[in-house]
């Protein structure tokens, strides 16, 4: 490891993660999703790079998906008999019900077998390991002023828990699939996380979701299931339709549609609820047009990629009238490309999910102290916990 990695890493926080809780309003009753937000806490730093470490291990799996658009790639070409049908299983609470004992053996056994790893990186599976296992079992987190631990599980908001997730989840339908009873074994299986799209024999969906909540050793892993209703049904973003001839089309997906007729109806949907919602018409040109360039840019190569090469990253700055249209000119000055964003917005004024956080508990700040002697005022940038800060600065003037 080398030193800026290793400074990188070593937490100068002291703050615990924290958890607050959302309502999944797609559901009945609204039940709470409970996140544990990792931001600025000791483990946060190294959860991320544990995370880019372990990202190229998730996906080797053929029956992974990627996103909707990987997913429509895929459906394109597939046909489905009369005495088939498409259904959907969902595991139930994946991440806090993943099992980190299996989860971790896992992630040891892909490690030892990954060419890439050494190009990746100088730390050895044993290291990677010891560092996993440390965040995955390190599960404290504070509600409301008390401390609690979660006991069986990874935490979702870790950015370390989709991968631990993921990689149990490959293994999890590897084994499923291969001892699956022949009458409900499905004949197409791909999966999204925790969501599964199968295709198999009409009448056997029950038969193959009683086997797979058999298949975790621990029983922790259940899923639920849902079927076709009339042809279609709806899965990542998308609504799987068969036609007549057993072809499958794709429909409203955000930004993926598959049939040419489909996408203009989408694309005049979109521009009547905007023109009712008092957009002007220039608007839609203007849009139009870059749509047309960006295709062109496309197919005849984009004169800009020498300026992209130069650059040195982008920085996304919170809009300030009068102030962030300078910081963007300078940053632009040294090949630093900029982006803005609100300030505040609907959601930061009316949503407070979490526990509002005390100024002292705060890391990575730039902060004043008035001199009351002096007309003077002292002004420091620290990573380190602010409280902490505040009170090494009043026994320096003791």
Not at 11 to 27: F, G
Not at 47 to 53: G, I, K, Q
Not at 81 to 110: M, Q, W, Y
Not at 167 to 194: S, T
Request: proline share 5%.
């Amino acid at each position: 490891m080398t030193k800026s990695q290793y400074r990188h890493l070593y937490s100068t926080s002291e703050n615990m993660p924290r958890m607050y809780c959302t309502p999944k309003i797609h559901k009945e009753s609204n039940p709470l999703r409970h996140i544990v937000d990792y931001t600025e806490s000791i483990g946060d730093n190294s959860s991320r790079a544990l995370a880019d470490l372990l990202g190229p291990l998730v996906g080797l799996s053929e029956h992974h998906v990627k996103n909707s658009k990987d997913l429509a790639g895929k459906m394109c070409e597939i046909m489905i008999e009369e005495d088939e049908i498409f259904a959907s299983h969902d595991v139930v609470s994946l991440f806090t019900n993943t099992p980190t004992d299996k989860a971790l053996e896992i992630i040891r056994d892909r490690l030892e077998n990954n060419s890439t790893l050494k190009k990746r990186t100088l730390l050895t599976p044993s290291d990677i390991m010891e560092l996993c296992e440390f965040i995955l079992t390190t599960t404290f987190f504070q509600f409301r002023g008390n401390i609690f631990q979660q006991t069986f599980g990874t935490a979702m908001g870790s950015p370390v828990s989709p991968i631990d997730a993921n990689l149990y989840m490959e293994w999890l339908e590897k084994k499923a699939i291969a001892i699956a009873p022949v009458n409900c074994k499905p004949q197409l299986w791909k999966r999204y996380v925790d969501d599964i799209l199968e295709k198999m024999n009409r009448g056997e969906t029950q038969n193959l979701t009683d086997h797979l909540n058999t298949v975790s050793a621990t029983d922790s892993i259940k899923f639920t299931h849902e079927e076709e209703n009339n042809g279609t049904i709806p899965f990542l973003d998308t609504l799987i339709v068969r036609r007549p001839d057993g072809s499958v089309k794709l429909l409203v997906c955000n930004d993926i549609v598959t049939e040419e007729n489909d996408r203009k109806k989408e694309e005049a949907h979109i521009v009547e609820a905007l023109r009712k919602c008092g957009y002007p018409k220039w608007s839609f040109q203007k849009v139009k047009k870059q749509i047309e360039r960006k295709k062109d840019t496309k197919k005849k190569g984009n004169p800009k990629d020498k300026d992209k090469d130069s650059s040195k990253g982008l920085v996304i700055l919170p809009y300030v009238k009068g102030l962030t249209e300078g910081v963007s000119r300078v940053l632009r000055k040294h090949h630093i490309a900029t982006a803005v964003k609100p300030k505040q917005t609907i959601r930061n004024i009316l949503i407070h999910p979490k526990d509002k956080q005390d100024k002292l508990e705060k890391i990575e700040i730039v902060y004043k102290i008035p001199c009351k002697s002096y007309n003077k005022i002292y002004i420091e940038e620290t990573g380190r916990n602010f409280g902490t800060r505040i009170k090494e600065h009043a026994k320096d003037v003791e």
